[in-house]
Nanobody, 122 residues
Framework: QVQLVESGGGLVQAGGSLRLSCAASGRAFTSYAMGWFRQAPGKERDFVAAFRGSGSRTYYADSVKGRFTISRDNAKNTVYLQMNDLKPEDTAVYYC???????????????WGQGTQVTVSS
């Protein structure tokens, strides 16, 4: 079992930055692929970024490449999403998720946090 708790969302103007955190508790944090997804009202849950297991390889959606950075601190069992140059279309609820293996598909992730709202004003 893995429990995930996100924090760091909020309201920011276009061009601003936010850093989301996902604190994980439970077993074998480093053995899981950790991902960030987002869901805007009336839309599907979309892949944002992910780590493949305990390694350093990262993956990003094309829409956030060059603006968002995923990182992890294994000593703190925490995954971060640094979001720079935010745009109004980045507005969504952001979710942290864990899976036994990397996938860009939300259906492959077993454990989910409660989500944190990010709102970007124009």
């Amino acid at each position: 079992q893995v429990q995930l708790v996100e924090s760091g969302g909020g309201l920011v103007q276009a061009g601003g930055s936010l850093r989301l955190s996902c604190a994980a508790s439970g077993r074998a944090f480093t053995s899981y692929a950790m991902g960030w997804f987002r869901q805007a009202p009336g839309k599907e849950r979309d892949f944002v970024a992910a780590f493949r297991g305990s390694g350093s390889r990262t993956y990003y959606a094309d829409s956030v490449k060059g603006r968002f950075t995923i990182s992890r601190d294994n000593a703190k069992n925490t995954v971060y999403l640094q979001m720079n140059d935010l745009k109004p279309e980045d507005t969504a609820v952001y979710y942290c998720a864990a899976s036994s293996s990397y996938s860009p598909h939300y259906s492959e992730y077993t454990y989910w946090g409660q989500g944190t709202q990010v709102t970007v004003s124009s």
